[in-house]
């Protein structure tokens, strides 16, 4: 439950700035240092990880640049939704192809309930004149959280070490992102202000505690039933959206994430 809301947490902190390509780069350059004193005390991967993690890196940046994009046009409560959910759907489709693997009944009723609850999120958009756009930017980011999600699943298996693995995600993530933001925006991407600092480090710290904590709950508990508890995310995010940030709370959207959960617990067990 920790793990989930710092999830929820550092995508609200993006959505708080007044430039979210420029909080997210910000977050993207203090990461790096975190990676690399996580790698430091974890200990060495297996050369052969190297391609693994580069790739990583890159579609952490379409990540990454869909999501802002998405935040910049609509509600944390709208945006989070439709991109945490879309992902495990896509990762469920994409493995029957990709890695041959069969779907269970339980796992084409997952499915299903995803697409139901994503349709009705996206339905609220339309029907509420919001920024249609934010729809394709946050399939887009759950299509690159899909893909590194398939990689990293086996650059970990050939790292040796799972958590080195990650650290180095996260400096090849942080590199990339905030020296091709820089290349493609000049230095004013980065917003000026010691506050806009802070949030950008609370953020990477909240995004590496997220997944790090998961990974110690792993350790006690069921693999699918941390799984499950994280994506209250999900739910977390909507909260925060409108109570913190005044966003429009309507039944429909309340209904919409409560589906997109139960999708999503569904592909967990």
Not at 61 to 88: C, M, Q, T
Not at 237 to 242: E, Q, S
Request: no cysteine.
């Amino acid at each position: 439950m920790a793990a989930a809301f710092l999830h929820a947490l550092w995508n609200a902190l993006i959505k708080l700035g007044t430039s979210k390509i420029g909080a997210m780069v910000i977050l993207s350059i203090m990461e790096v240092p975190i990676g690399l004193a996580v790698a430091f005390v974890a200990g060495p991967i297996d050369p052969a990880a190297i391609p693994w993690v580069i790739a990583a890196g890159l579609t952490h940046f379409a990540y990454k640049f869909f999501l802002s994009y998405a935040y910049e046009r609509g509600d944390l409560s709208r945006v989070y939704p439709i991109a945490r959910g879309a992902a495990p759907m896509i990762v469920a489709v994409a493995g029957v192809f990709v890695l041959s693997d069969q779907l269970s009944n339980r796992q084409y009723l997952a499915i299903t309930i995803l697409a139901a609850g994503i349709l009705l999120m996206a339905r609220g958009v339309f029907a509420s004149g919001e920024n249609r756009r934010l729809v394709p930017f946050a399939l887009g980011s759950a299509l690159a959280t899909a893909t590194y999600t398939l990689i990293d699943g086996q650059g970990a298996r050939i790292s040796g070490n799972a958590v080195a693995y990650i650290a180095w995600v996260f400096v090849a993530d942080g590199l990339i992102f905030s020296l091709g933001m820089l290349a493609l925006r000049g230095r004013a991407v980065i917003p000026a202000g010691g506050h806009a600092w802070r949030m950008g480090t609370i953020g990477a710290a909240a995004s590496f505690g997220a997944y790090a904590i998961s990974v110690w709950a792993m350790t006690f508990a069921p693999i699918a039933l941390v799984a499950a508890l994280r994506e209250t995310s999900i739910l977390f995010a909507v909260l925060i959206g409108w109570l913190a940030f005044g966003e429009r709370m309507s039944r429909e959207k309340l209904v919409a994430a409560l589906v997109i959960i139960s999708g999503v617990i569904l592909t967990r067990f």
